[in-house]
């Protein structure tokens, strides 16, 4: 669960619109996503080679064992791979494998917000404590703070996670949590300006709970999941229990009391609790699942055409290029839409362009390394692709990205917890 980090900031200053048909997919749901359709084939053998030995960067530096990718590019074609292995000397990774989804779960948290404040639930300007008991003093803070991340609350993980990786099984109670993250001095006034915190996800999640009458999982199931069908996808129980029956063997490596890490041998994490991350990051999910759930966000496509989630973004930090924003409980970078982060055993990002359709999904299988290496991964990729040759009758689209897949390389590699093999 991802608290940004500034000191590892980016050193960086037609076909009509149809339902998305992502490969392999077994149900579209009942909601369209209004992208130009996906060109049914492989991407070029170049784009491809590209893009495959920059994930094989990101693992290496990371110190995971495998990762998952997805890339559609509606002009040109799809690549869905497994790469590397569930761990040292083990299976070769495979593109069905599930996975937590890390923060993606706090947009979807979010969907449920936005969708609830449509139908007239509640307002997303209502003040929290409306919503949320025991929170007395935070009457300046209301549910469109929550999600656009500037409610000025602080982290919850950041006291915790300790904890959990010496018991993971343990089951957390939503309000225990909520308690670590309000304790806390404020990060700023709310409203001033953006701080990614867990604790605002929290508390969306549980304010969502409470107009409803109904579980979180239930309403992002009948909200979110069932309508985009999303097969792979849920919001377990609390009980400990690996992501899914088919699962991406996670890691969790710890530095040593020099601060190195074994990067031979990372440290196996697998299973856990989803209930320490909840709304924030409990979500279980499978590579296609999680492109196609980018397309929809990006595209708004479970909420009304005149809803506002993304009209008015804030920048994410003084010393972030001026084209990274967030809001709505997702963050834009250019032209893509999305969100990324980590969670015990996990690195994930997923992005796309509303415009093109192009979408990006990425797992990295050990959340030791730098959780922003989510978000460059997938950038990396999407200006790889966004290059990507059209097909037969395709047209490449004009719009071109802020960025280079070298600068995103160049972050990647900046931050690595381990160092590539010599010669």
């Known amino acids: 669960m991802r608290r ?162 010496s018991n993971p099984d343990r089951v957390w109670n939503a309000r225990e949590l909520m308690a670590y993250g309000i304790s806390k001095p404020r990060l700023n006034d709310p409203g001033v300006s953006f701080a990614s915190s867990p604790t605002n996800f929290l508390l969306a999640g549980l304010a969502v709970e409470r107009v409803t009458g109904e579980s979180l999982a239930d309403v992002i199931t009948e909200r979110v999941i069932d309508p985009l069908g999303l097969a792979a996808t849920s919001l377990p129980g609390p009980a400990a229990a690996t992501p899914g029956t088919s699962p991406l063997t996670g890691h969790w ?39 196609r759930y980018a397309q929809a966000l990006a595209t708004d496509a479970l909420l009304p055409d005149d809803n506002d989630r993304f009209a008015n973004p804030v920048p994410v930090a003084a010393d972030q290029p001026t084209w990274f924003t967030a809001a709505g409980g997702a963050y834009q970078a250019g032209s893509l839409i999305g969100q990324f982060g980590s969670t015990p055993g996990y690195i994930v990002g997923a992005f796309a362009d509303p415009a093109t359709g192009m979408s990006v999904a990425v797992v990295l299988n050990n959340s030791a390394g730098n959780e922003n290496t989510g978000a460059w991964l997938a950038w990396q990729l999407a200006a790889i692709a966004s290059k990507a040759p059209a097909a037969a009758g395709q047209t490449l689209p004009e719009a071109g990205l802020p960025w280079t897949a070298d600068q995103m390389r160049d972050a990647i590699t900046a931050n690595a917890i381990c160092a590539p093999p010599a010669g």
Request: charged residues 15%; contains cysteine.
């Open 253 to 291: 490596s710890q530095p040593n009391a020099d601060g190195a890490y074994d990067c031979a041998q990372p440290t196996e994490f697998t299973t856990m609790s989803s209930s320490y991350g909840q709304a924030v990051s409990g979500a279980v999910t499978n590579i296609r699942d999680l492109g």
């Open 4 to 165: 940004w980090r500034r000191s590892a900031a980016v050193a960086i200053a037609g076909a009509g619109a149809l339902a998305l048909v992502l490969s392999g997919c077994t149900s579209q749901g009942t909601v369209s996503i209004d992208v130009p359709a996906q060109v049914d084939a492989p991407l070029p053998e170049a784009t491809v080679t590209e893009m495959r030995d920059a994930v094989s960067a990101a693992i290496t530096a990371t110190g995971a064992t495998g990762a998952i990718v997805g890339v559609w590019a509606p002009w040109s074609g799809t690549w869905i791979s497994g790469v590397g292995t569930q761990g040292p000397g083990g299976a070769e990774v495979t593109d069905d494998l599930q996975f937590r989804a890390a923060d993606v779960t706090g947009a979807m948290t979010c969907d449920a917000v936005y969708r609830l404040a449509a139908d007239g639930r509640f307002a997303l300007d209502d003040p929290i404590t409306q919503w949320v008991s025991n929170v007395p003093g935070y009457e300046d803070i209301t549910l469109r703070q929550l999600c656009d991340g500037t409610s000025g609350l602080a982290s919850y993980t950041s006291s915790l996670d300790g904890l959990v990786r």
